[in-house]
């Protein structure tokens, strides 16, 4: 693994790696992502990148240094979400959702939402 392989505060990684690879180095690259590039033997290389590209949330495959490379792009959902999914599928949500307390509960949740969308429009900015 190489970090910082396309820094742009770091243009010596790049520089360096590409005097590495004129001299033909046993090694090929099988992946890019989170600012690193990957690296491994040829024999290896092909389940390496079918590993990595399972792990990612999204792939595409162009060529770097001569050889397709998995450029892997990973999301994560973002907190609020998260909680939200935590909270609505606990088995004491479910229970208290149709209730008197939770019915405002939910109608402000909602609200809310509709009001966050509102102003995160880009017009607004």
Known sequence: MLDDAFNEQWPGVAEGLHRHFARQPNL?????GANKAYFCRPSHRDAYRAAAMAAASDTTMPEFLGEPVAVLH????????????RVAGSP??????????????????????????????????
């Not at 090929?28 to 890019?32: G, K, R, Y």
């Not at 949500?93 to 609200?111: D, Q, V």
């Open 28 to 32: 090929v690259p099988f992946a890019i």
């Open 74 to 85: 990973f999301t994560r959902p973002r907190l609020q979400d998260r909680l939200k999914d």
């Open 92 to 125: 004491a949500w479910r229970r208290l959702r149709t209730t008197p307390i939770g019915l405002p509960l939910r109608w402000a949740w909602h609200t809310g939402r509709t009001l966050r969308r509102g102003l995160m429009r880009r017009e607004d900015f």
